[in-house]
């Protein structure tokens, strides 16, 4: 339907890259739902570099996963290019992108992240670098600014694009923003005018009425879902159904989400082993109860479990509970 360099996608949904989140066992549940391109969590340059272990497993790909982009981010350019090296000949990735977008304080300290937006000839200079030593092509996520006086999102694309780049995601926050206030679908429309690669929109797509409205108001290519994705990956589904038929399927019912749940739960396990993979499931746990009438004391509940068992039995009880509450309302 539409390219990233020589890669196809299927459709115009894209799983955003999401710190924390967005491992295989994520990524692939997701992906199941019919995401046109799922995207890793970002991963150091330096850390792929100095063969950090947990970085290492952190780069690892189910094939039933792809296609895939692979981020990387950092603030040097030669540390940034043997990295994007290494994710080239050493990874199944099908993309390499670039984190240009990151807010949070640590990795802009590293001159890395949502760092460049200030900086559109350091872009140029680290895109093309990249660009030039891989095979694999190569793409940038990027806000619109720094704050609302530093807003240079269509001069910093224009500069991807002349570094060789094939497309670029952008999120219309600021990196004042953070991830609050409204995503500017404006400045979004003004980069997808400036440039002739393909363009990604992300920000305030929370629904699958709102995707469409993004693609239809700013012309971009694909929307991309972030934190609207966590614990609903139905919600990569009925976007993708609703843009390519107008028809709004219905929301699953609870016993599918815990049905989900668990096999995340189980790929998680297979992933990263029973202690650390519950640990990280209690967020995702209730992620998946979000907006379920009932869910607080079951909530507290999962983040005192440590074994499958516990969280599988915590997460079967509250449905078997709703399963009798709406029996004996129906009499």
Request: glycine letters at 6%; one cysteine or more.
């Amino acid at each position: 339907m539409w390219k990233i360099g020589n890669v196809e996608m299927n459709n115009r949904v894209v799983l955003a890259p999401m710190a924390g989140v967005c491992n295989a066992a994520f990524r692939l549940t997701v992906k199941e739902f019919g995401a046109g391109l799922v995207c890793a969590e970002m991963v150091s340059d330096k850390a792929i570099l100095f063969n950090n272990a947990r970085t290492m497993k952190m780069l690892y790909i189910d094939e039933n996963e792809r296609p895939l982009s692979l981020q990387i981010f950092g603030g040097e350019k030669e540390t940034l290019v043997e990295a994007a090296k290494y994710v080239d000949q050493n990874t199944t990735a099908d993309i390499i992108d670039i984190n240009m977008g990151c807010p949070v304080s640590k990795i802009i300290k590293c001159e890395a992240g949502a760092r460049w937006l200030l900086d559109p000839d350091k872009i140029y200079e680290m895109v093309s670098a990249v660009v030039e030593n891989v095979s694999k092509p190569v793409t940038v996520k990027m806000r619109i600014g720094w704050d609302s006086e530093h807003i240079y999102a269509v001069k910093n694309a224009q500069m991807i694009e002349k570094a060789g780049a094939s497309a670029i995601a952008v999120h219309g926050r600021t990196r004042l923003q953070m991830y609050e206030g409204h995503a500017d679908w404006d400045i979004i429309k003004q980069v997808k005018e400036a440039v002739s690669i393909p363009v990604i929109g992300n920000g305030d797509v929370t629904s699958p009425e709102l995707a469409k409205k993004m693609i239809d108001e700013t012309g971009v290519d694909a929307v991309m879902i972030g934190r609207e994705a966590l614990g609903n990956p139905w919600m990569i589904y009925r976007t993708v159904h609703y843009l390519e038929t107008g028809e709004l399927m219905e929301e699953p019912p609870v016993s599918e989400k815990i049905k989900i749940a668990i096999l995340h739960l189980d790929r998680l396990i297979e992933l990263k082993g029973e202690k650390v993979a519950v640990m990280e499931m209690r967020k995702h746990a209730s992620w998946y109860l979000k907006g379920i009438k009932g869910n607080g004391k079951v909530r507290k509940e999962i983040n005192q479990t440590e074994t499958r068992d516990e969280l599988v039995n915590v997460l079967e009880e509250f449905v078997e509970d709703i399963s009798v509450q709406e029996e004996a309302h129906a009499i």
